[in-house]
């Protein structure tokens, strides 16, 4: 993609599928991810979002829509895993994604690098768009103000501080679309085709689903425990 304005144009009131495997699954590789992502857009998803540099340079030979990349990294003394420094953000880009994710969350970050540093440098050296990953409605209007290209509900419930809350974050949401101007998407907890549709419906400029369409691993698993919770005792 050229520009931010063609990227907008590409994803709006679109589905973008977030194509990823937990590290001990042999989905965890970057021919599968890419079959997956390949797979999605097929069946005309806008754009894919995709974790780590191999699976996006994977993913870059078999796919010509856009990719949100990121590259979740633990840093010792940080909850902040999500693309959480500037140098992980180079290797997304590098790997050739389109949209930077980043946890923009109001947690304390490594090496204190601000939010709105990491969105700056992004802009400034890697010249690509980003979008800011947030919990809440307060770290939502920070984002934004900083200059993040798009803000989403991806982090709502899986913070200390929104821990109690059950994704989608439908309220939180509304409350975006309303506070804020630029584009928001929905991510987390779209679990049915209705869901991503309410979604739209609410103000989400476009929605991000993953594990109702590509976790295997998470699904199977709830599968066969609901199976095997309602099975009679064997005799």
């Given at each position: 993609?050229?520009?931010?304005?063609?990227?907008?144009?590409?994803?709006?009131?679109?589905?973008?599928?977030?194509?990823?495997?937990p590290?001990?699954?042999?989905?965890?590789?970057?021919a599968?991810?890419?079959?997956?992502?390949?797979?999605a857009?097929?069946?005309?998803?806008?754009?894919?979002?995709?974790?780590?540099?191999?699976?996006?340079?994977a993913?870059r030979?078999?796919?010509?829509?856009?990719?949100?990349g990121?590259?979740?990294?633990?840093?010792?003394?940080?909850?902040?895993?999500?693309?959480?420094?500037?140098?992980?953000?180079?290797?997304?880009?590098?790997?050739?994604?389109?949209?930077?994710?980043?946890d923009?969350?109001?947690r304390?970050?490594?090496n204190?690098?601000?939010?709105?540093?990491?969105?700056?440098?992004?802009?400034?050296?890697?010249?690509?768009?980003?979008?800011?990953?947030?919990?809440?409605?307060?770290?939502?209007?920070?984002?934004?103000?900083?200059?993040?290209?798009?803000?989403?509900?991806?982090?709502?419930?899986?913070?200390?501080?929104?821990?109690?809350?059950?994704?989608?974050?439908?309220?939180?949401?509304?409350?975006?679309?309303?506070?804020?101007?630029?584009?928001?998407?929905?991510?987390?907890?779209?679990?049915?085709?209705?869901?991503?549709?309410?979604?739209?419906?609410?103000?989400?400029?476009?929605?991000?689903?993953?594990?109702?369409?590509?976790?295997?691993?998470?699904?199977?698993?709830?599968?066969?425990?609901?199976?095997?919770?309602?099975?009679?005792?064997?005799?």
């Amino acid at each position: 993609m050229s520009s931010l304005s063609d990227l907008l144009q590409s994803l709006h009131q679109g589905l973008i599928v977030s194509c990823q495997a937990p590290v001990d699954s042999p989905l965890h590789h970057p021919a599968v991810i890419a079959a997956i992502a390949e797979a999605a857009v097929n069946q005309t998803a806008v754009g894919v979002r995709i974790d780590t540099p191999a699976h996006i340079q994977a993913v870059r030979q078999r796919v010509d829509v856009p990719i949100i990349g990121l590259w979740k990294r633990q840093i010792p003394g940080s909850e902040v895993y999500i693309t959480p420094q500037f140098e992980h953000a180079r290797a997304v880009a590098e790997a050739g994604a389109d949209i930077i994710a980043i946890d923009a969350t109001l947690r304390d970050r490594p090496n204190q690098e601000t939010v709105a540093e990491l969105i700056q440098q992004i802009h400034q050296t890697l010249h690509k768009p980003v979008m800011a990953d947030v919990d809440t409605l307060e770290a939502a209007v920070a984002a934004a103000a900083f200059g993040a290209d798009w803000v989403g509900t991806t982090l709502y419930g899986y913070t200390p501080a929104t821990q109690h809350l059950k994704p989608p974050g439908f309220e939180l949401l509304t409350e975006m679309v309303r506070k804020i101007e630029v584009p928001v998407i929905c991510e987390g907890g779209i679990a049915a085709p209705q869901m991503a549709k309410q979604a739209l419906d609410l103000g989400a400029y476009a929605v991000v689903v993953g594990t109702a369409i590509t976790g295997i691993d998470a699904l199977v698993k709830a599968y066969c425990a609901a199976i095997a919770k309602g099975a009679p005792p064997a005799r």
